[in-house]
């Protein structure tokens, strides 16, 4: 089945620099990738996806990328903020009828 | 839009005590559901999921069984709680049988004392 892999566990960035998280997933035929944010306490809230026919696709200062060849996707996050500190989620998933599974986690926390 | 609810936030069971957690969906037809459990505050696991009523794959063994008596209702049971069962368990669906993103219920922070 599936395995979802991300890194780094953690990461501590300087506010205003960027951040990226990686995963790689095990099976070509997923493809539908999303990226979660899960503040303390609360639940998972999806941020941005990507579908296995684009390559990059931005909203204001998250990006993410999908290399399918390489079997990896990435989470861009430029000019952080404190309020980006959270556990960030990346998932993959083939689609109709089939389960999202989750990589680990990242915690990111943005020091001002 | 999409919904999922789930109850209740926060329960607190001693060990041996059975469990039932429900989650319902609206605003959709033919999701996937899922069970997952996220203990000390990190990772997702995915416990179980389905596709349809009467439906349900288990991906790990466990002490714990899910239902899904109907297409919006999903349900998590165990008839004898283990301390290890102490987790924040999060039910989620995605419409389109799995083909779009996946919503969270507010999550249930069980606590086996």
């Known amino acids: 089945g599936e395995n979802v892999e991300q890194h780094p566990s953690t990461l501590s960035v300087q506010e205003g620099d960027s951040a990226v998280i990686k995963c790689t997933y095990s099976d070509s035929a997923s493809n539908y990738f999303p990226w979660y944010k899960q503040e303390l306490g609360k639940r998972p809230q999806l941020i941005i996806d990507?579908?296995?026919?684009?390559g990059e696709k931005k909203d204001q200062r998250i990006a993410v990328t999908l290399n399918k060849t390489a079997k990896h996707f990435s989470l861009h996050i430029t000019e952080t903020q404190p309020e980006d500190s959270a556990v960030y989620f990346c998932?993959?998933?083939?689609?109709?009828?089939?389960?999202?599974?989750f990589g680990a986690g990242t915690i990111l926390r943005v020091k001002s | 839009s999409q919904t999922i609810h789930q109850w209740p936030a926060t329960l607190v069971q001693p060990v041996g005590s059975p469990l039932s957690l429900e989650c319902t969906v609206e605003?959709?037809?033919?999701?996937?559901l899922y069970w997952y459990r996220q203990a000390a505050g990190r990772g997702l696991q995915l416990l179980f999921y389905s596709v349809g009523i009467g439906q349900i794959s288990s991906e790990v063994p466990q002490n714990l069984s899910a239902s899904r008596p109907q297409d919006r209702q999903f349900i998590l049971s165990s008839k004898k709680l283990l301390l290890s069962d102490s987790g924040f368990y999060l039910c989620?669906?995605?419409?389109?049988?799995?083909?779009?993103?996946?919503?969270f219920g507010q999550g249930t922070r069980l606590t086996v004392v």
């Open positions: 990507i579908r296995s026919n684009v």
């Open positions: 605003g959709t037809s033919n999701p996937n």
């Open positions: 998932a993959a998933s083939k689609g109709y009828g089939n389960k999202l599974v």
């Open positions: 989620a669906g995605s419409r389109d049988r799995g083909r779009t993103e996946a919503f």
